[in-house]
Every structure is written in structure tokens, then in C-alpha cells.
């Protein structure tokens, strides 16, 4: 059983910050690709950045240059550095880790970004 270990979320005013991490077995870090994704009040759970085994990264639009996304290969730790938050940012947020044979998810952490 794989379970990925959620830190950092909270509530926030509107242009803070928070920075999430996410702690994943070694037996899978190393191979796997890691991510983040959201699922905002009513709607859809969606990606917000991700980062493969070799460290390559990708955003959605609406997070890009103010989100950076970076994995740890010696703690084994995938972060989410959220800067300047807006409160449309606000939802759950999932750690995501795609191995070869399958994904795993965290159990959520919440993000509220007051006005």
C-alpha cells in the first residue's frame, strides 16, 4: 500500500504564499512522475504543475509564474511553492505520483485564500 504523506496547506489573504510538500515512498519516487492538482469548490478536479523523474516541469496557465513545482530525490519530497494566491487558488489539493504501472493519490490538503 502506497501512501503519499500531505503537508502545508492553510488559509491564506489573497497575494501570500504557501508551500505544500508531499512525501512519497523511496520504492516509487525515483520512477515516478510527481504532480499537483486541485479541485476547486462545485467544480472538477484539475492539473496544476507537474514534474517528471528527470525534472522536467509543466503548469497550467492560469498558475504559471506564480507556482513552481520541485521534487527532492534525496527526501523523496515533491513541493508546490504558491506565490501571490489569489482566491479563484483556492480548493484541495492533491499530491499525485505516477509510477510506470499506476497513479497513486494523497488524501488532500485544503488551501483557502481569503479577500
Known amino acids: 500500500q502506497v501512501q503519499l504523506v500531505e503537508s502545508g496547506g492553510g488559509l491564506v489573504q489573497a497575494g501570500g504564499s504557501l508551500r505544500l510538500s508531499c512525501a512519497a515512498p523511496?520504492?516509487?519516487?525515483?520512477?515516478?512522475?510527481m504532480g499537483w492538482y486541485r479541485q476547486a469548490p462545485g467544480k472538477q478536479r484539475e492539473l496544476v504543475a507537474t514534474?517528471?523523474?528527470?525534472?522536467?516541469?509543466t503548469y497550467a496557465d492560469s498558475v504559471k509564474g506564480r507556482f513552481t513545482i520541485s521534487r527532492d530525490n534525496v527526501k523523496n519530497t515533491v513541493a508546490l511553492q504558491m506565490n501571490s494566491l489569489k482566491p479563484e487558488d483556492t480548493g484541495v489539493y492533491y499530491c499525485?505520483?505516477?509510477?510506470?504501472?499506476?497513479?497513486?493519490w494523497g488524501q488532500g490538503t485544503q488551501v483557502t485564500v481569503s479577500s
Open positions: 514534474v517528471t523523474s528527470s525534472d522536467t516541469t
Open positions: 523511496g520504492s516509487i519516487f525515483r520512477i515516478s512522475a
Open positions: 499525485h505520483a505516477r509510477p510506470p504501472w499506476r497513479a497513486y
